[in-house]
């Protein structure tokens, strides 16, 4: 089994920075990608930012150049890091791991952003 915690989520202002983290425990042997993944209420999840275990980062349109993904492969932990936020990023934050072939999640973690 593997087990993601994440923390960081909070209010924060239009313009503003925020950081998460999530880290990996449990049967983590071979991890093939991390990600963020968002999701609204009404709307679907959709994919954030992810990284591969050989470092190969994509992010979605609407974040790119304001937020970065990174991984700490010692701590087994996938980094966020939001910048310029804007409200339209108000959503639950959920940690993705992929270990071929599952995926697992992380219990989410909510960020809003005021205007």
């Known amino acids: 089994q593997v087990q993601l915690v994440e923390s960081g989520g909070g209010l924060v202002q239009a313009g503003g920075s925020l950081r998460l983290s999530c880290t990996a425990s449990?049967?983590?042997?071979?991890?093939?990608?991390m990600g963020w993944y968002r999701q609204a209420p009404g709307k679907q999840r959709e994919l954030v930012a992810r990284?591969?275990?050989?470092?190969?980062?994509n992010y979605a349109d609407s974040v790119k150049g304001r937020f970065t993904i990174s991984r700490d492969h010692a701590k087994n932990t996938v980094y966020l890091q939001m910048n310029s936020l804007k409200p339209e990023d108000t959503s639950v934050y959920y940690c993705?791991?992929?270990?071929?072939?599952?995926?697992?999640w992380g219990q989410g973690t909510q960020v809003t952003v005021s205007s």
């Open positions: 993705s791991l992929t270990r071929t072939p599952s995926t697992y």
């Open positions: 449990g049967s983590i042997f071979t991890i093939n990608a």
């Open positions: 990284i591969t275990s050989g470092g190969t980062t």
